[in-house]
């Protein structure tokens, strides 16, 4: 942050904004305000240049052609790399999680490159879409609730070494790759397949993200009512019996 204004940038709304995951960024916007805080949001275009002096950078889902296209000009660009390597957090969903990624599978069939800023690699499943509600207990190391989301991919999600799982399913199928991994991150990125929309479910990653990027510990209490009541519905329905 600086002149203690929060600096947030939403990558590429007309290309990757599925499903609402543009919801994850008023969620953080939002929590961000309740805390007192000062927000500059940036909603940047595919036509645009990405700023390199963003605090939180969200990337949403898109389908498949979108997908590849975000790649290349966000690969072309080069300033989310500067961001990153500027101590930038970022929050990724689906196609964006997968571009963020060493490479995956265009709509054209190729192998496309990725961004590198995760170190995974995301192949097409052959079987069934991965579809329906998902229940996972995050990684103790993020110290989170269990996470709870709405999948809809068909793409497999494997994870290398510096890695680390976002979280573990209970319920649903995550990253694909029958292993119960569900996304992943490192010290400053995270990726998830998790639409719904995810940070609006799970209004305390939205928390860690601002406190990541306020490099604080803790934030003010605000009243999570309204959230709590969505998660103990998404929850209760993930639940269930098919």
Excluded at 73 to 100: H, K, M, P, T
Aim: hydrophobic share 35%.
């Amino acid at each position: 942050m600086s002149d203690n204004q929060l600096r947030v940038v939403w990558v590429y709304p007309d290309l990757l904004s599925t499903y609402g995951d543009q919801g994850n960024v008023l969620v953080v916007e939002r929590r961000a305000r309740q805390r007192g805080l000062d927000v500059a949001r940036l909603d940047v275009r595919s036509d645009q240049p990405i700023p390199t002096s963003g605090d939180i950078y969200l990337i949403g889902g898109g389908e498949d052609r979108p997908q590849r296209l975000a790649a290349e000009r966000l690969r072309r660009d080069g300033q989310l790399y500067r961001a990153v390597e500027n101590g930038a957090i970022v929050f990724s969903v689906c196609a964006g999680y997968q571009i963020l990624g060493r490479e995956f599978i265009n709509d054209l069939g190729q192998r496309e490159p990725g961004l590198g800023l995760l170190d995974i690699t995301t192949t097409r499943g052959e079987g069934a879409r991965c579809v329906g509600d998902v229940l996972a207990d995050m990684d103790p190391q993020l110290g989170l609730p269990p996470l709870t989301g709405f999948e809809n991919h068909q793409g497999v999600t494997h994870l290398g070494p510096t890695a680390r799982p976002l979280a573990r399913v209970r319920i649903g199928n995550g990253n694909g790759t029958g292993d119960g991994t569900e996304g992943a991150f490192n010290d400053t990125v995270f990726g998830t397949y998790m639409h719904g929309p995810v940070l609006a479910r799970n209004p305390l990653i939205a928390d860690h993200l601002l406190k990541l990027a306020l490099d604080v510990n803790a934030l003010p209490p605000v009243d999570d009512r309204w959230y709590e009541a969505l998660r103990n519905e998404r929850i209760a329905a993930a639940e269930q019996p098919a």
